[in-house]
């Protein structure tokens, strides 16, 4: 199938790295002092890893290439070790394999903070009267920055987005109880980070899966009022028909202001 994937410029690539904890599905390797993708099934294609690449050799292409599978994405990562996929894959295509003293990473994307995970929460009591089991985080899923996270997760599955700027969950005290639980939270800054990178994962996000609602929460300061519009615009690509709440907080830690469309 026609579909973007990145390409390495190899005689660009001098094998620092950087890119490869900016890639959370691991298609990205060192493999003889250069970056390697090493299997198309392996790349969504969104370039999280372009803009940290110091010699401006990784490119976003549309060309021929098989279809991204989350599936194999994940039981890599359970399974084996990313350099073990990548020899394999060299042996597949007749690229020679370096033999000289390469030692396996064991961590998925060369950082352990990448790797997709599930977090189990037991069922909770809640209590009779009183402020609800304060303490008790309600974070069901890792990683939580939209730069990082895969759009084919299997927690956006019928999930319930928790869309907040990253300066929230620092103003807003009760965060946890009030705002996340039972939500799939992503967490960015559309003032600092890449506003348009943002669109096109949460574009992705919505249209490839069965999203049940988006609440976005974002500080009254005028720079963070970009976060609802780029979910706004997710929902306006994407062609459906989403319920969505937009929460202002305030500087000194309180709830301004609450619409639902």
């Not at 009022?225 to 028909?241: E, H, I, M, N, Q």
Request: charged letters at 25%; a negative charge; aromatic letters at 6%.
């Amino acid at each position: 199938m026609l579909r973007k994937i990145i390409e390495v410029d190899e005689d660009l690539c001098n094998g620092c790295g950087l890119c490869m904890p900016e890639c959370p599905e691991g298609a990205l390797q060192i493999i003889d002092g250069k970056a390697r993708l090493v299997s198309d099934l392996f790349c969504d294609g969104l370039g999280a890893c372009v803009g940290f690449c110091p010699e401006g050799a990784m490119t976003v292409v549309e060309r021929e290439a098989e279809e991204y599978d989350e599936r194999k994405v994940m039981a890599n990562h359970g399974e084996m070790t990313l350099y073990e996929e990548a020899v394999g894959y060299l042996r597949e295509e007749g690229i020679e394999i370096p033999a000289h003293g390469v030692e396996p990473n064991p961590e998925p994307c060369g950082c352990p903070g990448s790797l997709s995970r599930e977090i189990e929460r037991p069922d909770m009591e809640e209590p009779a009267a009183g402020p609800a089991l304060p303490g008790v985080s309600r974070l069901t899923h890792w990683p939580v920055q939209i730069m990082l996270l895969p759009p084919k997760a299997p927690y956006f599955k019928d999930a319930d987005l928790l869309l907040t700027a990253d300066c929230v969950p620092f103003a807003y005290p009760s965060f946890h109880e009030d705002l996340l639980k039972d939500k799939v939270l992503l967490v960015g800054c559309p003032k600092l980070d890449d506003a348009e990178f943002y669109r096109e994962k949460m574009t992705a996000i919505v249209e490839g899966n069965e999203i049940r609602s988006i609440t976005v929460v974002h500080m009254e300061v005028p720079c963070c009022f970009g976060l609802p519009a780029l979910a706004r615009d997710a929902v306006t690509a994407s062609g459906k028909r989403i319920p969505y709440h937009d929460i202002t907080i305030t500087v000194d830690g309180t709830i301004r202001e609450t619409v639902s469309v």
